[in-house]
């Protein structure tokens, strides 16, 4: 809240006041004329430091009170010497009225008035007409300051309050953007393939059966299988049944299963600790980090490095936003995760990712590979960030992408 932080510039702006001011009666020679007005000012700084240092849980009545007395008492010190001294009194009863409820306004402005008012009591003088005049004329001074105060305060809230509708408007503008960037990607995606199918059927009905068109048949629709399969797995509710995954076994399991594949020339090491545990669900774990293993061995041109590691730094902030409550930006805003954690890196020697993408790498249909869907690695976004985990890319010191994957531990 802005009030919280005002009250702190005002806090530290009183104390900056105090320490000027004594300084600058120290140069006038004030200790030796008025000594008791210097006592007042040294009790008065030392207070406002010890209300600077110690830190305020809420805004306080005691810090306005405690400014109104202090000039109260400076003017009846200096009573006739110093008038100018009580235009101090505007300061704070200013911020108060921006500081305090509304309903309050006027309690720091009767309190300045009475005090004032007791200067000149206790002075003897009250009973003149001018001193009467004066009082009322300060009381109207602090009355119209603190109508200024808190019509300022409106003013701030209703255009704090603008502005918070504004970026509420702006964060649906841009989830409305994503949807239908991705819609319009799904289109695409969904329309190549139809056409195909749709072009063997009408071969296939002008009576031309070569097996071409059946196997044009079959691919095709084993394309839009896979495709609405994924989307689905991508849009799935993260409502799936839990349990303990040992992500040590996994990742073993899954570089096992690379490495098996003779077909592939890429060398794949493993580094991982034991009993890495995290809760979550095991189908869901492994199809998440298969994606991004294969997207590693893909990009790499000879090695990938799986590494597996305990993290004690807190937790990077966990993404939020996108469209049906799936992040779809890097790194995140939202709240953060603190304490212990498991951290995830597969990492290769590659071309890396172009920064020109790099922001919206885990978006659907996003991707460099001319045959690929580019729902791999948002849908291991989806997962992990499901559960609770986070996932990141970077640099990697092969040369290529790093991509991190942190998961707290319970």
């Known amino acids: 809240m802005y009030l919280s932080s005002f009250f702190n510039y005002y806090r530290i702006g009183r ?15 004030l200790p030796y004329a008025i000594p008791r007005l210097m006592f007042i000012l040294a009790v008065y700084s030392f207070i406002a430091f010890l209300r600077l240092v110690i830190p305020a849980k809420r805004i306080n009545y005691f810090d306005f009170i405690l400014d109104i007395v202090f000039i109260s008492a400076m003017v009846y010190i200096s009573f006739g010497i110093y008038s100018y001294l009580t235009l101090l009194y505007l300061f704070p009863i200013f911020f108060s009225s921006i500081l305090i409820k509304t309903k309050r306004t006027f309690f720091f402005p009767i309190i300045s008035a009475v005090l004032y008012g007791a200067v000149y009591y206790t002075s003897g003088v009250i ?10 004329l300060h009381f109207l001074s602090f009355s119209l300051i603190a109508l200024a105060g808190n019509n300022l305060k409106e ?16 964060i649906k503008m841009k ?8 819609s319009a990607d799904l289109a695409h995606e969904l329309r190549n393939p139809l056409a195909s199918i749709s072009a063997a059927v009408q071969f296939l009905n002008e009576g031309r059966n070569d097996r071409e068109f059946i196997d044009m048949l079959s691919a095709e629709t084993k394309r839009l299988t896979t495709l609405v399969n994924d989307f689905l797995l991508f849009s799935r ?14 990742l073993r399991a899954l570089v096992d299963r690379q490495n098996s594949d003779k077909n592939s020339d890429k060398k ?22 298969n994606n991004i293993i294969k997207n590693a061995i893909e990009a790499a041109k000879s090695e990938v490095k799986v590494s597996l590691r305990n993290t004690t730094p807190p937790l990077p902030p966990l993404a939020r936003g996108g469209i049906g409550g799936v992040a779809l930006a890097r790194g995140g805003e939202g709240g953060v995760k603190t304490g212990t954690g498991i951290a995830i890196e597969i990492e290769d020697d590659g071309t890396g990712i172009e920064d020109d993408i790099k922001d919206r790498i885990f978006e659907p249909f996003v991707t460099t590979k001319a045959s690929g869907t580019g ?29 991190t994957m942190l998961f707290p531990k319970e």
């Open 127 to 136: 009973a003149e007409k001018e001193s009467i005049l004066n009082i009322s």
């Open 175 to 182: 989830g409305y953007e994503r949807l239908y960037r991705v």
């Open 268 to 289: 794949i090491t493993l580094n991982v600790i034991n009993d890495a545990e995290v809760v979550a669900n095991r189908t869901f774990i492994e199809v998440a980090l």
């Open 375 to 403: 729902l791999g690695l948002a849908i291991a976004y989806r997962i992990i960030t499901s559960f609770g985990g986070n996932i990141t890319v970077d640099k990697s010191a092969l040369g290529g992408a790093k991509f």
């Open 237 to 250: 509710p993260s409502d799936a049944s839990k349990e303990d995954v040992d992500l040590s076994e996994t």
């Open 15 to 29: 104390f900056i006041f105090a320490l000027a001011l004594f300084i600058s009666f120290q140069i006038a020679g």
């Open 155 to 170: 003013r701030m809230e209703k255009q704090e309050q603008h502005i918070r509708h504004l970026e509420e408007e702006k």
